[in-house]
């Protein structure tokens, strides 16, 4: 007889609506939800806590940051994936698209290490063996500015898991950085450049793209189409850019840059996706258009952490109080990436579905996740 879990005086966050009550794990999934304020002998008592759906993570550049915690500095690679998968689980995240970078450059301070196959390989491995707290998709940034973007697209088989490949055009001068100022600001800070390195990074990049870009593009479409995973564009800054991508039958908009581009995205059926931090700072470190400016717009259907794991739940509780809707802020972190991902099983409390869920206390306004459950073990 399978074992059940009760969690009780929970505030459970529902699809469109809160109630207090009891939810019931039985295995790995919700056996069934009970709106009552009575906490039964053996249940574990939420005390008045959120009880939400796990978060869904689309877009994280989480794990690069572990592999490279300083600039130049490597990580040893299972020790990273390892930290990643804890931290994210910290944060109430409990699946993860984790971003792998395919398309490198050899030359220049700018260069770009191939890695991405050996890394989805050892993620796999330590899948397979039990050692995640979490559940993990590839998610394939595909960038067209590289030399080496068709060859790692071909080292990729529908037995990898991969849920997503996103179109990355960072050409100079258009997209994320228009501002040409304000791709210096990034590179020399980041990678340290002079002012000689970094015209000659912007030259290699324009050639780059002259040379590959338009048989690059047409490549990343095609194998997410043979792998039947969901493609999304990235920084279309244009209706144009964005009729472009309806075209290759992009679902997904990750971090439109202007305020015409999303609601070309609406126009289109394609789903806007936003960076929580550009919701926590009140806007976005590129100057590009502000978050809160599309959900004032009715614009914004789901966050991604991006850079900051933890800003996807501070984000989705900023959003409930900018739209006074607390269920309809947290479906931007769990349900809305859990729909066009194709992944029925999660996303919401419900009957049936994964029992992924987080437990969350509130402190000034801010979000705590007190406890996490991953088909229905505590990893949190």
């Keep these: ?6 969690l009780a005086n929970a505030r459970i966050v529902l699809e469109d609506r809160e109630i207090t009550g009891q939810l019931i794990i039985s295995g790995n999934h919700i056996a069934r939800i009970v709106e009552t304020a009575a906490v039964p002998r053996g249940a574990v008592d939420l005390e008045g806590d959120y009880l939400i759906p796990g978060l869904i993570e689309l877009h994280t550049d989480n794990l690069e940051q572990h592999l490279e915690p300083r600039p130049e500095v490597s ?32 030359s220049g301070k700018g260069r770009d290490r191939r890695y991405a196959r050996q890394l989805a390989s050892e993620l796999i491995t330590l899948r397979e063996a039990g050692a995640l707290r979490i559940g993990h998709f590839i998610h394939l940034r595909a960038e067209i500015c590289s030399e080496t973007l068709l060859e790692e697209l071909a080292e990729f088989t529908p037995q990898d898991r991969i849920g997503l490949i996103s179109l ?12 040409i100022d304000k791709l210096r600001e990034y590179m ?19 050639e780059l793209h002259d040379r590959n870009g338009t048989r690059h593009e047409a490549a990343a479409v095609e194998t997410a189409h043979k792998l039947g995973v969901l493609l999304a564009s990235h920084d279309d800054t244009t209706a144009a850019q964005v009729a472009v991508s309806a075209r290759h039958g992009v679902r997904l908009a990750e971090f439109p840059t202007t305020l015409e581009a ?31 400016e599309l959900a004032d717009h009715d614009l914004l259907d789901i966050l991604s952490s991006d850079y900051v794991p933890a800003a996807l739940l501070l984000a989705a509780f900023r959003l409930a109080e ?6 309809r ?10 729909q066009v991902s194709g992944l029925d099983d999660r996303g919401t409390l419900a ?13 000034n306004g801010n979000p705590i996740v007190r406890a996490g459950w991953s088909q229905g073990k505590r990893i949190a």
């Design 1 to 6: 007889m399978t074992e059940e879990t009760c």
């Design 75 to 106: 990580w040893p690679h299972e020790a990273a994936l390892i930290a990643h998968d804890a931290e994210l689980a910290s944060c109430g995240i409990t699946t993860v698209f984790d971003a792998l970078r395919i398309g490198s450059t050899a």
């Design 168 to 179: 990355m055009d960072h050409t100079p001068g258009q997209r994320q950085f228009r501002d």
């Design 188 to 206: 020399q800070g980041k990678r340290g450049m002079s002012e000689e390195e970094f015209q000659h990074h912007i030259a290699m990049l324009k």
């Design 262 to 292: 999303a609601e070309a995205c609406r126009e289109a059926g394609i789903a806007v996706m936003m960076g929580a931090p550009n919701i926590v700072r009140g806007g976005s470190h590129s100057g590009n258009v502000s978050a809160r």
């Design 322 to 327: 900018i739209w006074g809707d607390l269920p």
């Design 329 to 338: 802020a947290i479906r931007t972190v769990t349900l809305a990436p859990a």
């Design 351 to 363: 009957e049936g579905k994964r029992a992924d869920l987080a437990r969350v206390a509130t402190y």
